[in-house]
């Protein structure tokens, strides 16, 4: 669960960071902007993938430790 919301508030993270570029794409036109801005939001999905994947790998860990122990 702990590293579900690790990678949740890593994704909010990058995409808070994505809209000031967006921000700054749309005032001021700068190219490193809008290159910032698609690399921002490629890291809030994988982020979200992520934790979405998370859950997954910790109960297969704990079914794997349970069956060695029995």
């Known amino acids: 669960m702990m590293?579900?919301?690790l990678w949740l508030g890593l994704a909010v993270v990058y995409m808070c960071t994505a809209v000031v570029q967006l921000y700054?794409?749309?005032?001021t036109g700068a190219v490193w902007?809008?290159?910032?801005?698609?690399v921002g939001f490629?890291?809030?999905l994988l982020c979200?993938?992520?934790a979405w994947k998370a859950p997954?790998?910790?109960r297969?860990?704990?079914r794997e430790i349970d069956s060695?122990?029995?």
């Open 56 to 58: 997954k790998r910790q």
């Open 68 to 70: 060695h122990g029995r």
């Open 33 to 38: 902007a809008g290159t910032l801005t698609a």
């Open 42 to 44: 490629m890291a809030a």
């Open 3 to 5: 590293t579900q919301r």
């Open 24 to 27: 700054l794409l749309v005032s």
């Open 60 to 62: 297969d860990g704990t």
């Open 48 to 50: 979200v993938l992520a």
